[in-house]
């Protein structure tokens, strides 16, 4: 059973670019989130992905966007990219029902983003 | 606002010995959940422990145990008989609720070394 993938690994943009990450969940969660890690830092909460649409933001800038695909895969794009956007991108899934489990997130390995 | 602080930044330990790191939060909300997760070079965040607020009785996982002081907003986590393999930064995070739209906060992390 596959957990939750994530690609490309590393990627390196120009300021100004765009560029998109992509994530799948672990088999059977429907919910995807996205976080944010600077190095050094804990990861900041980008959105959260269920239904095809986002239903939580963190205080990000409308830059950063996503989407959710009917196979609940999802996608973080980030748009006229900024130094400070370079870290590491961490998508994360979780079931909707989580019964006992605390809506307990999966990580993935996340992409590392550098901005030159 | 939802907090959580890490006052450690880094901590050193002999194989064999216990170590506990700190971790405080701050909310207002009676409803929650708290978490430690680890993450080592690989970057993969692997939840290591987990603790509804409502419990009094601290959770354990193994080597792993916590000591949650509710009144204090206290979560601290106490790995005994520390392995190589437990190096790495090690976040505490923190849930509101039990409905899986709810983010997570992160703290800052305290990264830990096991020596030989």
């Known amino acids: 059973d596959a957990g939750v993938t994530q690609s490309p690994t590393h990627l390196i943009k120009t300021r100004g670019q765009q560029v998109t990450l992509r994530c799948s969940p672990k088999s059977g969660h429907d919910t995807v989130s996205w976080y944010q890690q600077a190095l050094g830092q804990g990861p900041q909460f980008i959105f959260q992905?269920?239904?095809?649409?986002?239903?939580q933001r963190g205080n990000f800038p409308d830059r950063f966007s996503g989407h959710q695909f009917p196979n609940y895969s999802s996608e973080l794009n980030v748009n006229a990219l900024l130094l400070g956007d370079s870290a590491l991108y961490l998508c994360a899934s979780s079931p909707r029902t989580s019964g006992g489990a605390f809506g307990e997130q999966y990580f993935g390995p996340g992409t590392r983003l550098t901005v030159t | 606002a939802q907090t959580v602080t890490q006052s450690q930044p880094e901590m050193s330990v002999q194989e064999a010995e216990t170590v506990t790191l700190s971790c405080t939060y701050d909310?207002?909300?009676?409803?929650?959940?708290l978490f430690w997760y680890k993450q080592p070079p690989s970057r993969q965040m692997i939840l290591v422990i987990r603790q509804e607020a409502y419990k009094q009785q601290n959770a354990t996982e193994n080597r792993f145990s916590v000591n949650f002081q509710k009144a204090a907003k206290s979560f601290s986590l106490k790995i005994s008989d520390s392995q190589l393999g437990d190096t790495a930064m090690y976040f505490c995070?923190?849930?509101?609720?039990?409905?899986?739209?709810?983010?997570?906060?992160f703290g800052s992390g305290t990264k830990l070394n096991v020596k030989p």
């Open positions: 992905y269920y239904e095809e649409e986002e239903r």
């Open positions: 995070a923190f849930k509101l609720g039990r409905n899986n739209f709810n983010k997570f906060y």
């Open positions: 909310t207002s909300e009676n409803n929650y959940y």
